[in-house]
């Protein structure tokens, strides 16, 4: 049986990548195939300003970047897979350097966060993130990069 799952998309910028309506059932379908205990996910689509400060508040470094995840927690009130947040003028400017659609970049930036919020790291691994996205990528997004 499949849980609810509450996806909540901030996006006070209004970026019209975050109103696709398949982009939320997308990314359900993705978080329960991943995580079926997940009770809760959430997005925030920023500015570049915006990714800079949470960079910097949460990471000590003074930079913009394209992705940043905040992982959560099982309590007693359920689990929450954590939340992402996503830059997408980032996204639109990796999808046009790419020569791929803004919303395709976007799914792959999700990913990405909901497998750093499982617990991956690229960073500290030895290809395992990296292997399982690519495998990921393919089947969720039909990307071979």
């Known amino acids: 049986m499949t849980r609810d799952l509450e996806l909540v998309f901030q996006n006070t910028t209004r970026f019209r990548e975050s109103r696709a309506p398949h982009l939320r059932r997308w990314l359900g379908r993705l978080v329960q195939e991943l995580v079926p205990e997940a009770d809760s996910f959430s997005v925030n689509f920023v500015n570049e300003v915006e990714m800079r ?42 999808a046009e350097a790419a020569g791929r659609s803004s919303y395709r970049e976007v799914q792959t930036l999700l990913l990405h966060g909901v497998l750093h919020c499982l617990g991956y790291d690229h960073e500290a691994d030895t290809g395992e993130m990296t292997s399982l996205e690519t495998r990921l990528r393919r089947s969720w997004i039909g990307d071979e990069r």
Do not use: K, Y
């Open 53 to 94: 400060e949470l960079n910097r508040l949460f990471r000590g470094r003074d930079a913009t970047t394209d992705v940043l995840s905040f992982p959560g927690e099982t309590t007693e009130e359920g689990c929450h897979l954590g939340d992402v947040a996503v830059s997408v003028s980032a996204a639109r400017q990796q």
